[in-house]
């Protein structure tokens, strides 16, 4: 199991703060958010996010919301789910 360091994001809406993610990545990689969740749920990979105001770990996990919805991509640390994700810049492709 690799342990993989998100650093940016893609929205499809880069000023939306309520658009989900589509993609997250790091160096030299950018995957889908499918991907990622297919990932995290395997076992195969786990992903986090170094908060820039702490410098602290927060892990990425998958929310289910239940009523149809599409599952997406939050960040956990100190057992509150929090927006560390949404923080993180653009990804260059």
């Known amino acids: 199991m690799a342990d993989v360091r998100v650093t940016c994001i893609i929205k499809q809406n ?3 703060p309520h658009e989900h993610i589509t ?5 030299g990689w950018v995957w889908t ?3 990622v969740i ?3 749920r395997s076992r195969i990979n786990t992903f986090y996010v ?5 410098g602290r770990r927060a892990d990425v996990g998958v929310i289910e919301p239940g009523y149809g ?10 057992d509150v789910w929090n927006d560390n994700l ?4 653009q990804c260059r492709l």
Not at 86 to 89: A, E, F, G, T, Y
């Open 14 to 16: 880069p000023l939306s």
């Open 23 to 27: 993609h997250i990545g790091g160096v």
């Open 33 to 35: 958010r499918e991907e």
């Open 38 to 40: 297919t990932s995290i």
């Open 50 to 54: 170094i908060d820039s105001s702490n």
């Open 69 to 78: 919805r599409d599952p997406y991509l939050r960040t956990y640390a100190d």
């Open 86 to 89: 949404l923080s993180l810049p």
